[in-house]
Nanobody, 126 residues
Framework: QVQLVESGGGLVQPGGSLRLSCAASRFASRLTVEHYAVAWFRQAPGKEREFVAAITGSGGYANYVDSVKGRFTISRDNAKNTVYLQMNSLKPEDTAVYYC???????????????WGQGTQVTVSS
């Protein structure tokens, strides 16, 4: 079972930036990090878990929810087994626990993703 560990969350003022990291390890036999698309979801208190961004195994294609387009960038370094989420121009409505997750498929649905990290808190407040 793949293990995912997020880091990089914290408290930031509106308009500020954070970079989240997701480190992957313990791949199943015959699978490597390139076999997994990786996504970031977020969940605010009292709300459902929401898709934020995803990137293909090769890193050649990324997909974003409309509310973060132009502000967030997802990227990956397969040599380091790490996926990043660069978050710029942060808004209070971006406040949530951010989760890293992986799938051998592709899409925005929570049900597609088999492996989840423990989450990292992002708080945007003045």
């Amino acid at each position: 079972q793949v293990q995912l560990v997020e880091s990089g969350g914290g408290l930031v003022q509106p308009g500020g930036s954070l970079r989240l990291s997701c480190a992957a390890s313990r791949f199943a036999s015959r699978l490597t990090v390139e076999h997994y698309a990786v996504a970031w979801f977020r969940q605010a208190p009292g709300k459902e878990r929401e898709f934020v961004a995803a990137i293909t195994g090769s890193g050649g294609y990324a997909n974003y929810v409309d509310s973060v387009k132009g502000r967030f960038t997802i990227s990956r370094d397969n040599a380091k087994n790490t996926v990043y989420l660069q978050m710029n121009s942060l808004k209070p409505e971006d406040t949530a626990v951010y989760y890293c997750t992986g799938t051998t498929g592709w899409g925005r649905s929570v049900s597609l993703y088999q492996v989840w990290g423990q989450g990292t808190q992002v708080t945007v407040s003045s």
